[in-house]
């Protein structure tokens, strides 16, 4: 597996990516008891387990003992109790570079069509050029909205390419 990204709408989000740095932030009245889980650091090349920090700099790397290779798979799994209306965000960015490459945001989202939270989950990949929202109705279970396309493609709301 190499820098393939996978997500559970709701609840859990696992991300996997070769991003330098990842960062997780919780809304603000998010439940405390939220944990997010770093897993081992893998070289990506090789897909060799790494005794390595997470998110250690990359000039801070020792190179991949199989391969040589300082390139980073880390996986992160936020697993939060949402509350409703709450949310959180998750981004990861390549090694010097300021733009996220991948954005997640998953929580409530207030629908003015519809006049109450939904349930939402956005998807944001610069690198495979992916744009995807899903929204659910948290009482029904129902997805009320999905689109899956290119972001170069995407004429969304605005936000998305900033
Ligand atoms: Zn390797």
């Known amino acids: 597996m190499r820098d393939s990204t996978l997500l559970n709408l709701g609840r859990l989000c696992v991300i996997y990516s070769k991003a330098n740095e990842l960062e ?3 809304a603000t009245n998010a439940n405390p008891m939220g944990t997010t889980t770093f897993g081992k650091p893998r070289c990506s090349d090789c ?3 790494l005794e390595e920090p997470t998110n250690l700099p990359a000039d801070q790397r020792q190179p991949c003992p199989t ?3 300082s390139s980073r798979i880390q996986s992160v799994t936020i697993n939060e109790t949402l509350e409703l209306h709450d ?3 998750a981004k990861g960015r390549h090694e010097g570079q300021k733009r996220p490459f991948i954005e997640v945001f998953s929580g ?3 629908s003015h ?3 109450k939270w939904m349930q939402k989950l956005r998807l944001i990949d610069r690198d495979k ?3 995807h929202e899903e929204v659910t109705d948290p009482d029904t279970g129902e997805v009320v909205h999905k689109t899956k396309e290119k972001l170069t493609e ?3 709301h605005g936000s998305a390419k900033n």
């Open 108 to 110: 409530a989202d207030f």
């Open 129 to 131: 050029d992916i744009y």
């Open 87 to 89: 949310s959180l965000t």
């Open 47 to 49: 897909g060799r387990e």
């Open 67 to 69: 391969c040589g290779s």
């Open 154 to 156: 995407h004429t969304g």
């Open 113 to 115: 069509r519809l006049k």
């Open 24 to 26: 997780h932030k919780p």
